[in-house]
């Protein structure tokens, strides 16, 4: 695709009449104008459209909506408005959110040197009236250095800004499958994926996103009150399932699309990738068995294991590194001693 210069800004809606135009009028804000603003309808039956009309008809900003015909799911629709984006930045944004003035012009400007490919915003966690929620920053804290260490981490979409040609080497259709459940990767997964196969990620410390928790959230994996007692109760959690295979997903798509003519600037990049997700899979897999062992002291053994053949190794040497094995240290010290295992 020709891109044109500037950011396009996706929003997947559904029934979000109540904070939408709220949203609507803070990307209108922007010191950096997005040349577009793209936004994918997943059925609403509340007075979303309408609100959305009713802003289109008082701004300069282009304005484009699509009602899919059927419903696709948050993510899937967030990946398929973004493929419809014209920029060469391209921000998901959550339509119950709120963004200050300076955040498209902080995104561009970090992403104006060549390597970066992803830029996360800075952000606070604030309740249904755009006020700060209790732990926020440890919360953030907390994901900041997962999703430094760990490669199948996933932050936030609605923070991300990305570089459009991302797209165009690994585009929404045939995207590597989920971490989390079935289907493919969703769209944060794959926007994190994305950037570091090709580049890298940097994240502005500015919180320049209120990210609304309230009831009625699409998306609800977060708590309403992120709390240090439920952070650390995640940390205690075992590894979801479906990471190995993700991981073996990832490097199958990507010898498939390293082949495409239009990845020919970045083939060798993704082969690279490819090779490292196939070495990480025997350390994905020893981490789940540490995480899911029956008992404190088979979990432990098995963490020795993981000691010995390099898994806690820093980032640069192909291990996991420091805050991971400080993840896994204490889920190993507060996870039930006995762990009632499948029937």
Not at 96 to 111: E, I, K, N, T
Not at 169 to 176: F, I, L, S, T, V
Not at 267 to 279: F, K, S, V
Request: net charge neutral; charged share 25%.
């Amino acid at each position: 695709m020709d891109r044109v210069p500037g950011v396009s800004v996706a929003i997947a809606t559904l029934n979000g009449a109540r904070h939408v135009r709220e949203q609507l009028d803070s990307i209108a804000a922007q010191t950096e104008k997005p040349i577009e603003i793209l936004i994918g309808d997943d059925g609403s039956t509340d007075d979303t459209i309408a609100i959305i009309n009713d802003f289109a008809a008082t701004t300069d900003i282009p304005v484009h909506v699509t009602i899919n015909p059927e419903r696709l799911g948050y993510g899937e629709n967030f990946m398929q408005t973004a493929s419809r984006a014209h920029g060469t930045l391209i921000a998901f944004a959550d339509q119950d959110d709120f963004w200050y003035p300076g955040r498209l012009a902080a995104a561009a400007r970090a992403l104006a040197e060549p390597e970066p490919a992803l830029w996360v915003s800075g952000w606070r966690i604030v309740d249904e009236n755009l006020q700060p929620l209790p732990d926020r920053r440890f919360h953030t804290g907390f994901q900041e250095k997962s999703a430094a260490a760990y490669p199948l981490f996933v932050l936030h979409g609605a923070r991300m800004v990305f570089k459009g040609k991302l797209l165009d080497y690994m585009p929404a259709d045939g995207r590597p499958e989920t971490a989390f459940g079935k289907g493919p990767a969703h769209h944060d997964e794959w926007a994190h994926f994305a950037a570091h196969v090709v580049g890298r990620s940097v994240h502005g410390s500015e919180p320049l996103t209120l990210y609304r928790r309230h009831a009625t959230a699409v998306s609800a994996e977060a708590p309403s009150t992120p709390s240090r007692r439920w952070l650390l109760g995640r940390v205690g959690e075992p590894p979801n399932d479906g990471v190995t295979g993700a991981a073996r997903s990832r490097a199958s798509y990507l010898r498939v699309r390293a082949e495409a003519p239009e990845c020919a600037p970045v083939r060798e990049q993704m082969l690279a990738a490819a090779r490292y997700y196939d070495q990480i899979v025997p350390r994905l897999e020893r981490r789940s068995q540490t995480r899911n062992g029956p008992t404190r002291r088979t979990r432990a053994a098995r963490m020795l294991s993981g000691f010995a053949h390099g898994d806690y190794r820093p980032l640069r040497s192909g291990g996991f590194g420091l805050w991971i094995l400080l993840q896994d240290g204490f889920a190993l010290a507060v996870t039930p001693n006995e762990r009632p295992m499948p029937s």
